[in-house]
């Protein structure tokens, strides 16, 4: 009996998870392996969402999202960027992660290209793939002033049968971000060429040069081929909720309520009434948790940055540091070590992409102290041991 089809059958799970879930719930374990900090929800939102419970929000909703959801998202991007986007060109079908898989099932068919900017997040591979196209990559390099990928570059990765490009800025996991020149080369030749460009700006908020990252919406006409990914999960430390956002070209719309609705219908309700909370009252809140990333990013700098063994290379946003330990022949062998031995959960390099396994992600998100501890024993473990890994 054939139960799973063939390819997807042959799948591995990813990296980070593959190290985490069987010590998910030990307290022992400084996590910094997932991208997230330790700070529940503030409180006005989970009020929020509780009022809508008890108001008897629990009924299906339009499948694009609450109409008040909707508006609030368009006053938020236009208030941030400066804007005037169409209300009708947001669509809000569930997580981040969904709003890229129904992207990804709307460009691509079985045996086309699609290529991703790397090292990437594992996740966006595997979407992806599951829609039978091809998945190339083209990677970021490490200079002295960060890592760096021109849009020409990116361009001369695509292939003739190349329906998709993916780009994600700023970067998980190395901290890139695409200024706007880039944007505007890469935006453009997606246009002439009929390229649907995923413009995944999840740690828009994450951006240590100005308030936020340089966006897509900034630049995109309402029929340009680009879908730009947001969502709830990164600037306001909502990642259990599973709310997202697209901004996607207005004829769309239509196609974006059909496939919401084989997804998944739509995102809970009460949560939407929470985002919209999030929206109107959390410009603080957004402005505290950088803040205290920022801090994190010069902690991580000032313990790893002078370190003989390893490379580091500054991120410009998220909330990720991607370094290089000089030497080691496995970032599996070397995680699965760091665990067993000083209880720090990183994530394996080689789970972002060819040519990482020498590298691990670190995610500086966690509250000060833990973050302190986790890192000095990643010194110390890599003072101990990293020449026999
Ligand atoms: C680059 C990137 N895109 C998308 C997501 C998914 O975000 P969400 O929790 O909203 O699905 C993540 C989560 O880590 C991410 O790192």
């Not at 306001?236 to 956002?245: D, H, L, N, Q």
């Not at 948790?289 to 580091?312: C, E, F, S, T, V």
């Amino acid at each position: 009996m054939r139960a799973v089809r063939p390819d997807i059958s042959l799948m591995e799970q990813n990296g980070i998870t593959g190290i985490a879930l069987p010590r998910l719930d030990d307290p022992s374990v400084i996590p910094l392996w997932f991208g997230e900090g330790d700070r529940v929800t503030p409180a006005f939102i989970r009020e929020a969402a509780k009022k809508a419970l008890d108001d008897g929000q629990t009924f299906y909703v339009h499948t694009r999202g609450l109409p008040e959801l909707r508006t609030s998202i368009r006053d938020y991007l236009n208030n941030l960027y400066d804007v005037a986007i169409d209300e009708e060109r947001i669509s809000v079908p569930g997580s981040s992660m969904l709003c890229i898989t129904i992207a990804a099932h709307m460009a691509l068919s079985q045996g086309d290209d699609a290529l991703v900017v790397s090292p990437h997040w594992p996740n966006i591979e595997t979407t992806y793939a599951v829609t039978g196209a091809n998945v190339n990559t083209v990677r970021q390099r490490e200079t002295k002033t960060g890592w760096q990928l021109s849009a020409e570059q990116i361009i001369d990765a695509v292939t003739p049968e190349t329906k998709s490009i993916f780009v994600n800025s700023p970067c998980n996991p190395t901290g890139w971000v695409m200024q706007r020149p880039d944007q505007e080369r890469l935006l453009g030749y997606c246009r002439d060429n009929d390229i649907l460009l995923i413009a995944d700006e999840v740690y828009h908020r994450h951006y240590y040069g100005a308030d936020a990252a340089p966006s897509f919406v900034q630049i995109a006409g309402g029929e340009d081929p680009i879908v730009i990914v947001n969502g709830f999960s990164k600037a306001w430390a909502m990642t259990g909720w599973r709310v997202g956002w697209v901004v996607a070209p207005k004829s769309q719309g239509t196609h974006w309520a059909i496939m919401s609705e084989c997804f998944n219908t739509g995102s809970t309700v009460f949560t939407q009434q929470a985002c919209i909370t999030a929206l109107k009252e959390g410009e603080d809140h957004v402005r505290q948790l950088k803040d205290q990333y920022q801090a994190g990013r010069q902690m991580l700098i000032d313990k790893l940055g002078n370190h003989p063994a390893i490379d580091l290379c500054l991120p410009d946003g998220a909330f990720y540091a991607f370094p290089r330990i000089r030497g080691i022949k496995s970032s599996r062998r070397f995680a699965e070590m760091l665990l067993e031995k000083e209880d720090v959960g990183v994530a394996p390099g080689y789970t972002f992409g060819e040519s990482n396994d020498e590298y691990i992600r670190i995610c500086f998100a966690l509250s000060p102290d833990r973050l302190a501890k986790g890192l000095d024993r990643i010194v110390r473990f890599i003072g101990d041991n990293h020449n026999d890994i």
